[in-house]
């Protein structure tokens, strides 16, 4: 397995949501809310906010980088981004959210594996290392 | 590490003003994550950025046009929130209406063309084979890699502005040859030569090409080397939805895969078989209801060209419809339907012309009750999330058909295989 790499420099600390699959950020979530809103995702309902998603790779749109802008200023953001393959969309809207906002919300890419559905992690990307560990203090 | 030139060191110290120092940075940031080790020149961009989604995007153009903001090279622009020419068909909350006019505005006060199409392709100007050029718009990038044989990455929302205002990308992903290689084979078996000549087939394949290829660049075999235009343009917008597909060459078809062996760069990769039965599943998936009463049709989606807009208006002369019908256009495209005769015919028969924008973007169609009909697997993918309406998939010919009988009707018949 290939080491976590850093798109996007950051720390956080969330609980982990692996998505089954791939999904458009335009189109599939609602930015208001932070809501998962594609019909045909299996997650469909599922919310974002807060937590370190893990999908297995980027989906759709070039509006996601817009979506993620907009959920990082509304508040209903992930964490942290965990991406199986780049996206460069995604990567993107957490950049113009550092230069808009001064957000850093990580963007890593890391084999999905690793990580289990509601487990406490943290992150901490940097361009010279990236880890994804458990959470020390859990809650 | 990234080599800049030294023209790119003064953007990055705002010698040139803070808009295009953001640019600069945006890049430098961006030629990280893609593994870029230096910037390429680019001869034209299409931006995405102008559709309002919220406060944010609407914050960045203020910011960029703050800074003097100015683009550097030709920049068409994408579809934006507000049908211009049509602004009374508006059904949402005035101040989104204004908020996205204004964000609209600001992208032409940086010196973007008017052109609000998701299709620039369809413009009377367009990249020719290996230029480099900056797009996003997911089926505009896919287009103009596999069709135009011009040459993109898969840019979102912000880089695509970034681009324009510094005439620069960073040089990674599909801007390099080897990139450009089909890593996967979708060979079509078992099709019949109806199927092949049908318009039903194209959407639906691009949605089997964007489950199967993800991220990866396909090679189609199969397809025939006069596949029009605008069926590869149902394919690529459908496989930019359902995946991440930002290239695929149609063997036989496309600039860039004259054979095979050429699309895949001699490599042996792995091959999956495309069957009747795989793409009728493909269709039934797109679908979301299929019964009752149909409440209206959408076609469209890419805008849809000059060939598109004149078979509509010949069916829907044919087959009067009985539900609302509406048609996404470019305005460029309506000018010469208009010269054409075509908008007439369109109009005489209650087809509804939207241009600038997309029925699947804003509140624009009236309450509706049933499911609505598209020939677009693009629109099949996100109206459901975006305008909360229940779909149903077919060619042009089958909506016409479909409205006219106010419930659903497609030739079944085509999914037989051969």
């Known amino acids: 397995m290939t080491e976590p790499r850093a798109l996007v420099a950051g720390q956080a600390r969330g609980r982990v949501l692996v998505l089954e699959e791939p999904l458009s950020f335009w189109g599939g979530i609602d930015p208001a809310t932070g809501e998962v809103i594609d019909v045909r995702h299996p997650q469909r309902g599922a919310i974002v906010t807060g937590r370190v998603l893990v999908m297995p790779a980027g989906r759709g749109s070039s509006s996601s980088s ?26 993107l809207g957490a950049i113009v959210a550092r230069e808009l906002y001064g957000v850093a919300l990580p963007v890593v890419v890391s084999d999905p594996a690793g990580l289990s559905d509601a487990a406490e992690v943290e992150v901490r990307a940097t361009a010279g290392a990236t880890e994804i560990v458990a959470a020390e203090d859990p809650g | ?48 950025g102008c559709l309002y989604h919220g ?124 990139e450009r290689r089909a890593s996967l084979v979708l060979r079509l078996e078992g099709l019949s030569s109806r199927l092949l000549d049908a318009d039903a087939l194209y959407p639906v394949l691009g949605h089997v090409l964007g489950r199967e290829a993800g991220t990866a660049v396909a090679a189609i075999v199969g397809l025939s080397p006069t596949t029009s235009e605008d069926r590869l343009k149902a394919l690529c917008a459908a496989a930019a939805s359902s995946g991440a597909v930002a290239m ?82 470019a305005r460029d495209v309506l000018a010469e339907a208009e010269r054409a005769g075509v908008v007439r015919a369109l109009a005489s028969a209650g087809v509804e012309i939207v241009t600038d924008t997309c029925t699947y973007l804003m509140p624009l169609m009236p309450e509706i009750d049933g499911p609505v009909m598209t020939d677009s697997a693009k629109w099949a993918w996100y109206a459901p999330a975006n305008v909360g309406v229940d779909v149903v998939i077919g060619s042009l010919e089958d909506c016409a058909r479909s409205a006219a009988a106010g419930r659903v009707v497609r030739d079944e018949t085509v999914w037989m295989p051969q």
């Open chain 1, 66 to 91: 817009s979506v993620l802008l907009e959920a990082v200023r509304a508040g209903t953001a992930p964490a942290a981004i965990v991406l199986g393959e780049a996206d460069p969309i995604l990567a």
């Open chain 2, 1 to 48: 590490m990234l080599d800049l030139s030294a023209r790119d060191r003064a953007l990055l110290d705002g010698a040139h003003g803070d808009a295009a120092a953001l640019a600069m940075r945006i890049l430098v940031d961006m030629a990280g994550v893609a593994g870029a080790d230096r910037l390429v020149d680019i001869t034209s961009a299409h931006i995405d």
């Open chain 2, 55 to 178: 406060i944010a995007g609407l914050e960045f153009a203020e910011r960029l046009a703050a800074g003097d903001a100015r683009v550097g090279v030709p920049t068409s622009l994408n579809v934006g929130y507000v049908d211009l020419l049509h602004p009374e068909r508006y059904r949402g909350d005035p101040a989104d209406a204004e908020r996205g006019r204004r964000q609209m505005d600001l992208y032409l006060e940086m010196g973007c063309r008017p052109t609000w199409t998701c299709a620039p392709y369809q413009l009377a100007e367009r990249p020719s084979l290996g230029e480099h050029v900056a797009w996003a718009e997911s089926n505009a990038i896919v287009f103009c890699n596999s069709v135009l044989g011009a040459r993109t990455d898969r840019y979102g929302d912000f880089i695509d502005i970034a681009a324009a205002i510094t005439g620069r990308a960073p040089l990674a992903g599909l801007h390099r040859d080897e």
């Open chain 2, 248 to 329: 695929v060459h149609a063997v036989g078809r496309t600039p860039e895969a004259p054979t095979l062996a050429a699309a895949t760069g001699d490599a042996a990769v792995p091959e999956i078989s495309v069957t009747p039965a795989r793409l009728r599943a493909a269709r039934d998936e797109l679908d979301t209801s299929t019964g009752g009463a149909l409440g209206a049709v959408s076609v469209g989606t890419p805008h849809a060209s000059l060939a598109e807009l004149t078979r509509l208006a010949s069916l829907v002369a044919q087959h009067p419809p009985k539900v609302p019908v509406f048609v996404n256009t």
